[in-house]
C-alpha cells in the first residue's frame, strides 16, 4: 500500500512529539505515512525537526516556512501542530487545498474557529481528525468496556477532581494567556473528550470560575527544573520564556456536569492547588463503583461491587471477555487484553501518538471514520468554554447553547482579537 505523503506544520515542542509518535508507529511494524515536510515560520524549529527525522527515516523532509511551499512537495496530508490560535486559519486553508488534516487539541480557540474549521471539512470532503489522546490509553479503553458491559450497574454519578499546579508555570507562557488558550481550555478539552467518551454526551454544566495565580513562575529560566516538561522537549524553550509572567486566563473551575444519560458530575479542575496533590476520576453506578488511575499512568483501575472484595488488573478481564485493542494499539501496548501496563511517559506519549496517526491513516484510507472528529473536537471545546461562560453569567450554560454560538461572552475579546466579529 502506497503511502501517504504528510508534512508537520508546527515544529515547536508538540510537532517534535508528534515526530516521535510517527517513528513509534514506524518501529512497530505500520509504515503509512512518508514526512515530505517539516513546515514552521521559525526555520530554526523546522531544522531541528528535521534534522531529527533525518534520523529516524533516513530521509529528510524539506523544510519550509508556509503552505504555499508545502503545496510543491505534493502533500497529501498534514498534522497541525501548531498553538491554538492559529489553529483555525491554517485547517481551513489546507482542507480547501484537498489535504486531509489532523490537528492538535484544542481543536480551534475558539468556539467559532471550531465552527470554522467544521464547516471547512464539510465543504472540502476531506478528513479532519482531532489528536486526542486520553480516550486512546489502554486503560480508558477496558473502562469504556466495563461501563459498556453494566459492571458497575447504571453510571449514577462521576467524580473528576484535579488540583496541583501551584504558581508554576505549566509548559509555557502561552498556556495561560486567554487569548492563546488558557490552562481550563488546553488541558480541559482532555477532560471534556475524556469524561463523554467514557459516559455520552455533557448537556448542562453550572460553575465558578477564578484567576488564583495572576502571576506564574518558570523556573528553568534560571537554570532550574520545570515542573511541567512532558517528554522532556520542552527544556530549550522553556530556558527562553520569562521567569515570572502575568497570567490573564482563568486556572481553576469548580462545577456540576449533567449528562445526557441522566448521571451527574462533579468536576473540579484547579491548576493553581498548593499543599496536597489531589486526582480522582470516581464513577458510581447502581451496582458498584469504579476509580481510573491517572491518563497515561498504565496503573490499574479499581473496581468494587457491593459486598465483594476489589477487583484489579487482570481479575478485571473477566467482566469483559470479549474486550480487545485494536492491533495497532495491542502491538504497541504488547497485548490485546491489557489491564495495566508499565511504560514511561514519555514511551506512552509516543505510543499513544502513534496510535493517533494510525487512525488518521485508516481513516484517509476510508477504512473507517475518524474516532475524534470535527464534531467531537468541537465538542469538547464547547463544554470547556461552557464551564467559563457559566462562571461570567453566573447561571447553568448548556453546551448546545456555547456550541451554537448563542452564548459566547467570553469568548467575544479573542474573537475580536482575531478578527472573527
Known sequence: MLQIRLAIVGCGGMGHRHLFGLNELRRAGWDHFQLVGACDPVRANAESLADQAAEYFGDRPTVVGDLDELAALGVEAVDVT????????IAAEALTRGWHTMLEKPMGLTVRACNIIRRAAREAGRVLSVAENYRRDPVNRLARALLDAGAIGTPRLLIHHSVDGGDQML????????????????????????????????????????????????????????????????????????????????????????????????????????????WARQIYGSAGSMSLPVDRTGASISLQLEGQAELRSTALLDLVPDFRLDAVTASLFGGERLAEYGFSFAETDRKLLAVEYADFAGAIRGQHSPEVDAEQGARSVAISYALLESGVLGRPVTVAEVLDEKVGGYQRPIDEGMGLV
Open 171 to 278: 509548559i509555557s507562557v502561552w498556556r495561560h494567556q486567554k487569548d492563546q488558550s488558557g490552562v481550563l481550555i488546553d488541558v480541559g478539552v482532555h477532560y471534556a473528550d475524556i469524561m463523554e467518551y467514557l459516559l455520552g454526551e455533557i448537556e448542562q454544566v453550572y460553575a465558578q470560575t477564578r484567576l488564583h495565580e495572576p502571576i506564574r513562575k518558570n523556573p528553568a529560566a534560571s537554570g532550574g527544573t520545570s515542573t511541567a516538561n512532558p517528554a522532556g522537549v520542552y527544556g530549550r524553550w522553556q530556558k527562553e520564556m520569562p521567569a515570572t509572567f502575568t497570567a490573564t486566563a482563568e486556572d481553576a473551575a469548580y462545577a456540576t456536569v449533567l449528562f445526557k444519560q441522566g448521571l451527574v458530575g462533579q468536576y473540579i479542575e484547579d491548576h493553581a492547588g498548593h499543599g496536597q496533590r489531589l
Open 82 to 89: 501548531t498553538t491554538p490560535r492559529s489553529h483555525h486559519t
